[in-house]
């Protein structure tokens, strides 16, 4: 089977693992180009976007793809709706693959916003220590709030531009653990800190630190994603796959 995973991800990653030398399956990972992370896998891999749904249908079809895997972020909710309304259009199965999102427990300090915008504005007027952790996407809005300091940190640099007046830049990680975390913010004096609410276990890490140290964490809610197959983990998305491919090859040999 012919299978396109729209990865980005860590569980992108992990399903690669899971399905390199697996000969049932011959997988093209699709990564948006907005970071230099390349998979460690021997993967067919395309790089950059495909012009919309109209252009991921003319992919697919023109590929020969039998399914698809979304495990794009929770954040990225272009890339899923294209990818719903392609498969629709092109009639194979899509699976998503989204991680639970982070709950707040005792102890937690949360405020839940439902944007960037909002998360600006729960800052208020007093001037802060304000962690941002936020990807460099997103920076931008914090310039509407030059009264604070903004300690940012993005695995990929932002754009000059977008950065606020009053900056730091930290270099990020992609799994940062608790002990590190706690004395990142300890050493930064951080009043707040801005997060997304992605979800998963490698960069839990800063929400435990902030509730051993009592600090805020302004948290933005996840948007609406169009979605297939609901699928939490990449393992859970390798059983649907094995569960298509079984019911393909049984309707081939009639059965
Ligand atoms: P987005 O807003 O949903 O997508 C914007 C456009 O980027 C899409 O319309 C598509 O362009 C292209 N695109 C996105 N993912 C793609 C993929 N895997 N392969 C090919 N094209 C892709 O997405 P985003 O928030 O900019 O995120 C971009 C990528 O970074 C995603 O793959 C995501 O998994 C990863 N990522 C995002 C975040 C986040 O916070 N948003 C965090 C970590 C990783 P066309 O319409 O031209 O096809």
């Known amino acids: 089977m012919r299978i396109l995973i729209l990865g980005g991800t ?10 390199a030398g697996d000969g049932r399956f011959r997988p093209t990972l699709s990564l948006a180009g907005r970071t230099t992370r390349r998979p460690s896998h021997e993967i067919n891999t395309r790089v950059g976007g495909f012009g919309g749904e109209e252009g991921l249908a003319e992919w697919i079809a023109s590929h020969g793809v039998d399914a698809v895997i979304d495990a794009t972020h929770p954040f990225a909710v272009r890339i899923s709706a294209n ?23 005792p102890g937690d300090l949360w405020t839940e916003v439902s944007d960037f915008e909002a998360s600006v504005a729960a800052l208020g007027q007093t001037p802060q ?28 640099m932002p754009e000059a531009e977008d950065l606020p007046t009053n900056f730091e830049l930290v270099a990020g990680d992609r799994s940062i653990d608790f002990a590190r975390e706690l004395d990142f913010l300890r050493s ?45 983990t990449s393992k859970a998305a390798f059983a649907w796959l094995e569960r298509i491919h079984g019911a393909s090859s049984r309707s081939e040999r009639g059965v």
């Open 10 to 19: 860590t569980e992108a990653s992990e399903l690669i693992e899971i399905l």
């Open 83 to 105: 990818a719903r309304r392609a498969t629709l259009r092109c009639g194979i199965p899509l699976c998503t693959v989204l991680r639970p999102a982070w709950q707040a427990g």
């Open 129 to 156: 220590r304000v962690f941002l952790t936020i990807g460099r996407q997103t920076i931008s809005a914090f310039k509407a709030a030059p009264q604070h300091h903004y300690l940012i940190r993005s695995i990929e």
């Open 188 to 232: 930064n004096r951080v009043d707040v800190i801005v997060s997304k609410n992605s979800g998963g276990a490698a960069i839990h890490g800063k929400i435990e630190a902030a509730r051993c140290l009592s600090i805020p964490i302004i948290m933005i809610s996840r948007p609406h994603k169009d979605s297939g197959f609901p699928a939490p």
